[in-house]
C-alpha cells in the first residue's frame, strides 16, 4: 500500500482545518450570534437602536445623532441644537472622524483668512469655536464671547516680528492673523506698535505666536460641547448644561412653560454610567421627538 508524500498529507490536514475552521466561524458562529440577538430585549439594540416619531416612522438611531436645521443649515429654533460634528456633512456614520485639529490650531488658511459664516475648511480650531461660541449666543440671546475670540468670531491671533534675529529685538510689525484686508483688526496697536490686517502675502511663520486673551468672561455663558465636534462626529447626546442653555428659546418657540421643557429634558439625561464613569448627557434625537408629542409643532 503506497504513502502519499509528507508534503501532500501537510497541505490535506491544512485544507481540511480551513473547511472546518470556515464552518465554525464563518458560519456557525456568526449565526448563533445573529439568533442570541434577536431575542427579546436584545433585538432593539442589535437591529441599530432605531427611534421612531408618532406616527411610528423610524426617524434616526439613539445611538447617532444628527442635525435640526433647515435645508440652508440654519438651525431650527423649536428643536433642541446638537453638538456639532466633522463627520462628512454631519453625523454620516460612513464618513465617521475627527477634525484632526489640536489646540495649538490657531491660524486660519494663508490664501484665504476665514470669516465667521463662511465655509470651515479653512478655519483653524480656534476660529471655529469662535464663531460657534459666538453664533450659539446670539441664538440663545447669552454672551458667546469666550477667550482669546475677537468680537466678530476669529481668533485673536497675532504675528510679532522683531529686529533681531528669531524672536529678538525690538518690535517692528504686528499682524492680526485671522482678519484679512481690508478687514479693521480687532486690536489698534500692540506695545506701541500698530496691529495690520493680514494679506495673501504675510509669511506668518516668521513672526512670533502672540494670542490675545481679552475681556471674555473666565466661564463663558457657552459650553464647552456647543462650540466642539466629538471624536466620532456621531455623538447623540449634549451636556444638561447645553440643554439648559436652550430651554429658554424652546419654550418661547413651543409656547410652553420653563418647567414642562426642563421636565422633558430630564427625561431623556442619562447619568454617568455606574454612577462615576463618563458624563451625564441629554440624547437630543429623544428629546425632540417628545417635543413634537408634547406641542403642534410641525
Request: proline content about 7%; some cysteine; glycine content about 10%.
Amino acid at each position: 500500500m503506497s504513502t502519499l508524500p509528507s508534503w501532500i498529507r501537510q497541505h490535506l490536514a491544512a485544507l481540511r482545518a480551513l473547511l472546518v475552521l470556515t464552518v465554525l466561524v464563518g458560519l456557525a458562529y456568526p449565526l448563533a450570534i445573529l439568533a442570541i440577538a434577536q431575542i427579546p430585549g436584545l433585538k432593539d439594540n442589535a437591529d441599530g437602536s432605531f427611534v421612531t416619531n408618532a406616527e411610528g416612522q423610524r426617524v434616526g438611531s439613539s445611538l447617532i445623532g444628527q442635525s435640526f436645521t433647515d435645508t440652508d443649515g440654519n438651525a431650527l429654533l423649536t428643536y433642541f441644537q446638537s453638538r456639532p460634528s466633522a463627520a462628512g456633512d454631519g453625523y454620516d456614520p460612513t464618513s465617521t472622524s475627527a477634525s484632526n485639529l489640536g489646540p495649538e490650531d490657531v491660524v486660519d488658511g494663508i490664501d484665504d483668512p476665514a470669516t465667521p459664516g463662511e465655509d470651515e475648511s479653512g478655519q483653524s480650531l480656534l476660529t471655529q469655536v469662535c464663531a460657534r461660541s459666538l453664533a450659539v449666543g446670539e441664538r440663545e440671546g447669552v454672551d458667546g464671547s469666550r477667550k482669546y475670540c475677537t468680537a466678530s468670531g476669529v481668533g485673536a491671533v497675532l504675528a510679532v516680528y522683531h529686529a533681531g534675529p528669531g524672536f529678538d529685538g525690538a518690535i517692528t510689525r504686528v499682524v492680526s492673523v485671522n482678519e484679512a484686508c481690508p478687514a479693521t483688526p480687532f486690536l489698534a496697536s500692540y506695545q506701541g506698535v500698530a496691529v495690520e490686517c493680514r494679506t495673501p502675502g504675510d509669511d506668518i511663520a516668521a513672526g512670533e505666536r502672540a494670542l490675545v486673551r481679552g475681556d471674555a468672561p473666565e466661564k463663558p455663558a457657552v459650553p464647552a460641547d456647543a462650540v466642539t465636534a466629538s471624536a466620532s462626529g456621531l455623538d447623540p447626546g449634549i451636556s444638561p448644561a447645553y440643554a439648559e442653555l436652550q430651554v429658554p428659546r424652546i419654550a418661547r418657540e413651543r409656547d410652553m412653560s420653563l418647567d414642562q421643557v426642563r421636565d422633558l429634558v430630564d427625561r431623556h439625561t442619562t447619568g454617568r454610567a455606574l454612577g462615576f464613569l463618563g458624563e451625564p448627557t441629554v440624547n437630543v434625537l429623544e428629546l425632540n421627538l417628545d417635543l413634537d408629542r408634547a406641542t403642534a409643532a410641525p
